[in-house]
């Protein structure tokens, strides 16, 4: 059979071509009960043979992510998916994700095999910086201190200082402005604000955006509280600043899953892909989640906040790339070399500000350190 093609709208900020880029994604066929069964039995017999593992990011097919905790894999935010890679000691590593997640990957392990079920699955915020672009950019601010976001190719990791996740960048930011530094950031222009708002660093934003978060609105989210005055807001710094401003919880994947589990409220509205509602009902059961409504195109659709590309991830493919062992990520190794700098910068940072907080004793703060609860 066949697969549709969806088309999907981007911001493109800089260049000759700003302005709104387009893209694709393909819609997968979904498959009845029966064939999803034989497709996983398949998979972990795969699986085996290969001797791999699956890495799944929080915001795929619930299916893949229950695969990958049944079989030794793990369901984790991108980084965390690339550390669990690097440290496994499989040979050949399935990224079910999209391309920058499989990239990182193979930056922090370029000696195994990385494969991915679609490597075309992509990120408006990849999209919407090239390196080319974004390399000119940092050549005409040359005082600026380059700190880049996850969500980005491995070519603009490579010409950056520092690369930064949800969960850390507001501290790492932080630091570098209490040491005099001026900040050029890219991509996503919510999260430099959010953390240029916070911190009150001098930061040069780049204005990408992710369609999934960009289309979360503040004033339905307000009207949708009222409808539940007794539900936490849980919100992606991603996200536009009239979403955040509301929000009761802003942080990463990993910190909104943890509040869900240990704050004491029976119902969540949640402001992020409503990929990772299948993590926390299955980590505070019992407990209601509801999507917050996005404005959609032309403001017909109330909860589409899903990732074209992360659902591009499914069984048949995942099946079909461990049986054929295409789709293999490469990065060239001198860019791999120069993309990991700033990342090893910023595990190293994580491991002390960690090792401080331990030797303090402030265990509470071990783990989910960087959500702000309140208002931001």
């Not at 999907?8 to 498959?31: L, M, S």
């Not at 490579?158 to 850390?168: F, G, H, K, L, Q």
């Not at 990520?329 to 595990?347: C, F, N, W």
Request: hydrophobic fraction near 45%.
């Amino acid at each position: 059979m066949g697969q549709a093609i969806k088309k999907v709208e981007y911001d493109r900020p800089q260049g000759a071509a700003c302005g709104v880029g387009q893209a694709w994604a393909r819609v997968p066929d979904a498959p009845g009960a029966a064939q999803r069964h034989a497709l996983k039995e398949r998979i972990r017999a795969l699986l085996e043979r290969e001797e791999a593992v699956l890495v799944a990011h929080y915001y795929v097919d619930p299916e893949l992510q229950e695969l990958a905790d049944q079989t030794g894999g793990c369901v984790a935010d991108s980084l965390e998916m690339a550390r669990f890679g690097r440290d496994h000691p499989a040979r050949t590593l399935v990224v079910a994700g999209v391309r920058f997640m499989g990239e990182t990957a193979k930056i922090l392990s370029p000696d195994k095999r990385v494969l991915m079920p679609d490597l075309d699955a992509t990120c408006s915020l990849d999209l919407g910086c090239p390196a080319d672009e974004f390399s000119a950019f940092c050549d005409e601010h040359p005082d600026r201190t380059v700190v880049v976001y996850a969500n980005t190719s491995a070519a603009v990791k490579a010409r950056a200082d520092w690369m930064v996740t949800s969960s850390i960048g507001l501290e790492i930011v932080a630091d570098l402005h209490a040491k005099g530094e001026k900040i050029l950031w890219a991509p996503d222009r919510h999260l430099g604000r959010y953390i240029q708002k916070q911190t009150g660093a001098d930061m040069l934003l780049w204005q990408g955006s992710c369609l999934v978060h960009d289309e979360f609105k503040g004033v339905e989210l307000d009207l949708l509280r009222a409808e539940y005055p007794d539900a936490r807001i849980l919100a992606h710094p991603e996200a536009p600043e009239s979403v955040v401003a509301l929000a009761d919880v802003v942080g990463s994947t990993t910190q909104l899953i943890d509040a869900a589990v240990k704050l004491d409220a029976s119902r969540f509205i949640v402001a992020t892909d409503l990929g990772i509602l299948h993590k926390m009902r299955l980590a505070a059961p019992g407990k209601i989640f509801i999507e917050a409504p996005t404005a959609g195109n032309s403001a017909t659709c109330k909860s589409c906040a899903h990732c074209p590309w992360m659902a591009m991830n499914g069984l048949a493919n995942l099946a079909d790339v461990l049986e054929r062992g295409h789709n293999e990520i490469r990065v060239d190794a001198l860019i791999g070399e120069r993309a990991r700098l700033p990342i090893d910068r910023m595990l190293a940072f994580a491991a002390e500000r960690k090792r401080r907080v331990r030797a303090s004793g402030d265990l509470a703060r071990d783990g989910a350190l960087f959500a702000q609860v309140g208002p931001a």
